[in-house]
Antibody, heavy 125, light 108 residues
Framework: QLQLQESGPGLAKPSETLSLICTVS??????????WGWIRQAPGKGLEWIAT???????YYNPSLESRVSISVDTSKNQLSLNLRSPTAADTAIYYC?????????????????WGQGTLVTVSS | EVVMTQSPATLSVSPGERATLSCRAS??????LAWYQQKPGQAPRLLIY???TRAAGIPARFSGSGSGTEFTLSISSLQPEDFVVYYC??????????FGQGTKVEIK
């Protein structure tokens, strides 16, 4: 059974870089058919897609965040990571990693079928 | 960007009754729509993809329909664990992949 586990700082300071890691178990992050993504949810709010990555390094970013985020994979550790530069209080949220799945014959990410439990990050000085 | 609009924001239904949730896309997205369920303190769970295909392990009381810009999630007989929040998500025009703002199903 595929499992994802996020880890993060809990508290991040404004104007520093917020770094998150997602460890994948029960499957390979290098799977040909799988993409991996980050989604966040501000307290009491809805879901916002942040970024998606393929194990080759091909990535996609939400235009609203693209200037401040970077996503990457470490295939040796079976992990994906997210860096968010210069966070503000508006970036306070639960951050989820998820498998971004699509049809097996077309390597395109569509929907999110496996999710981590999420990690709460509060941005405050 | 495709904007997804869910209605109503809150739906009051009695246990055992049928619930019908709506999701509208700002432009046609064919059948490229997924539905998720989110329980308090938990991550979302995939219910439906391709507008009408149930994900693995999802009970048959959940069904999805629609195409183009109008979509519906139906729950045929509400169980106590179904009174939570539901989100739709489009994957036709991306990036970004976009979600609706959610519908909360509450006990009437």
């Amino acid at each position: 059974q595929l499992q994802l586990q996020e880890s993060g700082p809990g508290l991040a300071k404004p104007s520093e870089t917020l770094s998150l890691i997602c460890t994948v178990s029960g499957g390979s992050i290098s799977s040909n058919s799988d993409h991996w993504g980050w989604i966040r949810q501000a307290p009491g709010k809805g879901l916002e897609w942040i970024a998606t990555v393929y194990f080759t390094g091909r990535n996609y970013y939400n235009p609203s965040l693209e200037s401040r985020v970077s996503i990457s994979v470490d295939t040796s550790k079976n992990q994906l990571s997210l860096n968010l530069r210069s966070p503000t209080a508006a970036d306070t949220a639960i951050y989820y990693c998820a498998r971004h799945e699509g049809p097996s014959n077309v390597f395109i990410p569509y929907y999110f079928d496996y999710w981590g439990q999420g990690t709460l990050v509060t941005v405050s000085s | 960007e495709v904007v997804m609009t869910q209605s109503p924001a809150t739906l009051s239904v009695s246990p055992g009754e049928r619930a019908t949730l709506s999701c509208r896309a700002s432009q046609s997205i064919s059948s490229n729509l997924a539905w998720y369920q989110q329980k308090p303190g938990q991550a979302p769970r995939l219910l439906i993809y391709d507008a009408s295909t149930r994900a693995a392990g999802i009970p048959a009381r959940f069904s999805g329909s629609g195409s183009g810009t109008e979509f519906t999630l139906s729950i045929s007989s509400l169980q106590p664990e179904d009174f939570v929040v539901y989100y739709c998500q489009q994957y036709d025009n991306w990036p970004p992949w976009t979600f609706g703002q959610g519908t909360k199903v509450e006990i009437k």
